[in-house]
């Protein structure tokens, strides 16, 4: 009995091990997934006149794993990307913007999921409209005027469009990979 009771602590222990060892693989990947993401988005001419609209192609990696790894491994693959994209792609004041932008999106983004009525799109409209809103808010701050927030409208429009296709995308990916994910 004893010989067994340790033979199923091992087997508890293996499965254990191997599903971390699965779950640290699946970051890395979206990880190195979100960067891609986030330097095509770099070579992407902008197509509006106004600073700062984007199309947030990484956070399709984002919401992904805010809905099959969980809160804190979406929120810490966002602020690793943002970090890494800002260094190689950026600027220190491109980080400030981005951070303090992904962090009240993180935030939204996870409360909006865990009240469970509102859909992915939902969530990833959200996501995009208070990625803008803290951008814009730190942008205020950093430049002290208070004139960039006639910007607002355009970058709630824009953080509307893309978090909707954003979301639809990551939608879509969820549903289309929902066996996979779950072994």
Known sequence: SLLSLLRKKKEKWTWSYNMETRKVARMGLLLALSMILSYVETLIPAF???PGVKIGLA???IVFALYTLGDMEAISLSLIRVLLSS???GSVLSLL???SGALLS???MVL???VKIFSTTVVSVTGGVLHNLGQILVACLVLETDVLLYYLPVLILSGTITGAVIG???SLVIKRLENNIRS
């Open 59 to 61: 956070n399709i990696v």
């Open 48 to 50: 509006v006149a106004v």
């Open 106 to 108: 993180l935030v939204g």
């Open 112 to 114: 909006m999921k865990k």
């Open 97 to 99: 913007y981005s951070f």
């Open 168 to 170: 639809i995308i990551a």
């Open 87 to 89: 260094l190689l792609f």
